[in-house]
């Protein structure tokens, strides 16, 4: 059989957006990245109404760098072909019932111009490869029912954790990971600066 890795006319291939531009990598934070991602979280959260006042997503992320529920390997950013950050997610230490068996996920945030390209899911893909590969037992979130179950994640008092707030159990989400155990149940509790909000 012939082999034919492409259709002959290229332009029949979709692309993904007439403005893309290359390859993206997900990586680690870094030092030098701290600036760059506030800024991603300063876009990608700005609310219309208030455009210059700085999102509350922007400041947590530092405040979480600078508390013990930080977790370095859990900080992720995406570089475009430039290697400029176009998106960051982080997990941070969280507990069930008093026991440090939970990551608090989030914020998660993509440049305005680089939304709807598949950044956000390649990290949280990424994010939750890396807090299984860390035998972290549950992932734990705050988001938009829409989005997040497409990534394994579920009304989290299905699984028998409850919120901190009065929040609606379809927002308060869960993805159980290898290491989850049907013992683990109560009450979870962000990081200390998520309480701060
Ligand atoms: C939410 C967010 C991180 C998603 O990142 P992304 O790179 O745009 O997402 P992906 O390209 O991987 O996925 C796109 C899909 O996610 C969903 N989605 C993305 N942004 C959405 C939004 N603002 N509202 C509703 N659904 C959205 C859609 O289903 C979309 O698919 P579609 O383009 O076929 O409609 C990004 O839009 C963002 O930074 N938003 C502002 C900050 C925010 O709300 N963060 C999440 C807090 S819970």
């Not at 992932?139 to 028998?160: I, K, Q, S, T």
């Not at 009065?166 to 149940?185: T, V």
């Amino acid at each position: 059989m012939a082999h034919r890795p492409f259709p002959a006319d290229n332009h029949a291939r979709p692309a993904p957006l007439s403005t893309y531009r290359g390859p993206m990598l997900i990586r680690r934070e870094t030092r030098a990245d701290v600036e760059a991602i506030r800024a991603v979280h300063t876009a990608a959260f700005a609310k219309a109404e208030t455009p210059h006042k700085v999102p509350v997503e922007a400041t947590l992320v530092d405040a979480l760098r600078a508390d013990d529920a930080w977790l370095p390997a859990l900080s992720l950013v995406a570089t475009d072909s430039d290697g400029q950050v176009v998106g960051h997610v982080v997990g941070t230490r969280g507990w069930v019932a008093d026991a440090p068996v939970a990551l608090g996920l989030g914020p998660l945030g993509v440049l305005p111009a680089w939304q709807r390209r598949g950044v956000g899911s390649a990290l949280m893909h990424a994010v939750l490869g890396a807090a299984d590969a860390l035998d972290e037992p549950l992932v734990v979130l705050l988001g938009h029912p829409d989005y997040y179950p497409r990534f394994g994640f579920r009304p989290a008092v299905e699984l028998g954790v409850t919120p901190p707030g009065p929040w609606g159990p379809q927002f308060f989400q869960a993805r159980p990971m290898s290491a989850w155990r049907s013992s683990i149940g109560g009450a979870f509790a962000y990081a200390k600066p998520f309480n701060d909000l």
